[in-house]
């Protein structure tokens, strides 16, 4: 079965992960192909945001956020955690993020660490988890953002993922925990 049809709660694995640091991110984002992929289709009311950033995240080889925790701390599949939504994403960044390497940064921030391949996010908590979820999505290595919602799309504008959400907030990865194994130079 090809990942793109793999049930969104199964951890999944795409060749570009191997892929040197500079391309890593642009080409998990193309592999995981979020336009196309069954994986990331709304489901009536249901969408899977959580779930295509989390597999960014694992992708690029970075330890956590994963999309199954148990106390802010991965775990080893899908029965054995809770299920992280966008909004509890969200506050992981904050409350655990640091521990795994990771820090709140402006937009431009953001589209800095993209810039140079490293992970970055932006994430809305909703308050009113009644009417509708939280959002989560990815930055890409030209500034734009690619997500699953709603509106899938692997190039997009903050406005047209977001709309008029307010406030976002920014994640990135340090260099410190970004896995260098595959461009031939030692993690710092």
């Not at 391309?23 to 249901?46: F, W």
């Not at 820090?103 to 996010?121: F, S, Y």
């Not at 734009?144 to 919602?149: H, N, T, V, Y």
């Amino acid at each position: 079965m090809s990942w793109k049809n793999t049930p969104p709660w199964r951890a999944i694995e795409v060749p570009s992960r191997r892929l040197i640091l500079d391309d890593r991110l642009m080409g998990v984002i193309a592999d995981l192909d979020v336009e196309e992929a069954v994986r990331y289709r709304p489901q009536g009311r249901t969408t899977f945001c959580n779930i295509f950033v989390t597999d960014v995240i694992r992708n690029c080889r970075i330890a956590a956020p994963d999309h199954w925790m148990n106390k802010g701390v991965p775990t080893q599949g899908h029965s054995h955690g809770e299920e992280y939504t966008a909004n509890m994403l969200h506050d992981w960044f904050i409350e655990h993020g640091p521990k795994f390497g990771w820090k709140e940064v402006d937009e431009e921030g953001a589209k800095q660490h993209a810039a140079i391949g490293l992970v970055a996010v932006a994430c809305w908590k909703n308050p009113d988890t009644r009417r509708r979820p939280g959002h989560i999505a990815v930055f890409r290595k030209d500034g734009l953002i690619a997500q699953a919602g709603f509106n899938n799309f692997e190039k997009g504008t903050l406005q047209q993922g977001f709309g008029t959400a307010s406030p976002i907030r920014f994640f990135a990865i340090d260099t410190y925990h970004m896995p260098h194994a595959a461009i031939g130079r030692p993690k710092k």
